[in-house]
């Protein structure tokens, strides 16, 4: 179960692009859904395309982390991992 506080700044989550709150808003607000950055959330699809200039940077840096980070090793495990290095 949420605690108060985080159940307080879940519903006052806002859309990046026009502001409006998870409060005032009927349906849930979305995570980017080329990054899905959590921490970036929108109403709707314009309201996606109308920050994404603002977005666009961030988001590809964070899937291109992933990337690497999550990359399958080719042949052994040793040397590998950004973690471990």
Same mark, same amino acid.
């Given at each position: 179960?949420?605690?108060?506080?985080?159940? =307080?700044? =879940?519903?006052?989550?806002?859309? =990046?692009?026009? /502001?409006?709150?998870?409060? *005032?808003?009927?349906? *849930? !607000?979305?995570?980017?859904?080329?990054?899905?950055?959590?921490?970036?959330?929108?109403?709707?699809?314009?309201? $996606?395309?109308? $920050?994404?200039?603002? $977005?666009? =940077? !961030?988001?590809?840096? %964070?899937? !291109? %982390?992933?990337?690497?980070?999550? %990359?399958?090793?080719?042949?052994? $495990?040793? /040397?590998?991992?950004?973690?471990?290095?």
């Amino acid at each position: 179960m949420m605690s108060n506080d985080l159940q =307080a700044e =879940a519903d006052y989550m806002c859309c =990046a692009s026009c /502001g409006i709150t998870k409060a *005032e808003f009927e349906y *849930e !607000l979305v995570p980017c859904w080329v990054c899905n950055f959590y921490l970036v959330r929108y109403c709707s699809e314009k309201c $996606h395309e109308d $920050h994404w200039p603002q $977005h666009e =940077a !961030l988001c590809k840096e %964070r899937v !291109l %982390r992933n990337e690497i980070l999550f %990359r399958q090793p080719e042949s052994t $495990h040793l /040397g590998d991992c950004p973690i471990c290095l």
